[in-house]
């Protein structure tokens, strides 16, 4: 059974500061999405990552993956306020059923001005 | 495009009752899912759909039933609603790009409460 992990969970940090957070999967994906939910709303595609040494970046949000590694991280740099969400990672992995996506449990951030 | 709705937004249950979440989608997706989201636990796959009258259990799918009958539609029904299926149930839909992706769009959530 596949298992993605989020770490940290919580994570509240000091505005213009940099930080990480990590995605760990416990298979064999090469696709990996991440996605931001403001409270009470929906969720928003932030990265799409499609290869080992992909990386994207929006912004202060920078994205990579490292299939070998089975681990994306999410580098926030210099934070701001209008960062304060909550960030899922989800891999994609193929089923007898066609695709689909496990997420990990978020991390929720919080940024103090 | 309206993208990905879902109707209701809200709705409170008593146990024991039943209803039917409706899921629509205007982007010709193949493939539909459905959600919970639980504090602490991310998003949970309930039932999954990979074409019109085709449709996979998820992570779960105890207590739900669905069923597509047309393909822009994804119906999740709760036959005999019990407290534990107090959730937010979020609708996705996807559909392969010509770079691999199967990014998934979501709808705006229905927020449901079991008395």
């Known amino acids: 059974e596949l298992k993605v992990e989020q770490n940290p969970l919580f994570l509240s940090m000091q505005e213009g500061k940099n930080y990480t957070i990590y995605c760990n999967y416990s298979?064999?994906?090469?696709?990996l999405y991440w996605y931001r939910q403001d409270p009470g709303k929906s969720l928003e595609s932030l990265f799409v990552?499609?290869?080992?040494?992909a990386v994207k970046q929006e912004g202060r949000l920078m994205a990579s993956l490292d299939t070998k590694a089975r681990l994306s991280t999410l580098h926030i740099t210099a934070a701001v306020h209008d960062l304060s969400a909550t960030y899922f990672c989800a891999v994609d992995i193929w089923t007898e059923y066609g695709n689909k996506l496990v997420f990990g449990a978020g991390t929720i951030l919080r940024v103090k001005s | 495009n309206a993208g990905v709705t879902q109707t209701p937004k809200f709705r409170v249950l008593k146990t024991g009752q039943s209803m039917t979440l409706l899921c629509a989608q205007d982007?010709?997706?193949?493939?539909m899912y459905w959600y919970r989201q639980d504090p602490g636990m991310g998003l949970r796959l309930i039932h999954y759909s990979v074409g019109e009258g085709t449709t996979a259990k998820g992570e779960v799918p105890d207590g739900y039933n669905v069923s597509r009958l047309k393909k822009q539609n994804f119906l999740l029904g709760l036959e005999s609603a019990a407290p534990s299926q107090t959730s937010v149930y979020f609708c996705a839909s996807s559909q392969a790009t010509a770079g691999g992706s199967y990014e998934q769009y979501f709808g705006p959530g229905t927020r449901l409460t079991v008395t």
């Open positions: 298979t064999t994906s090469d696709r």
């Open positions: 982007m010709n997706h193949e493939y």
């Open positions: 990552l499609l290869s080992n040494g």
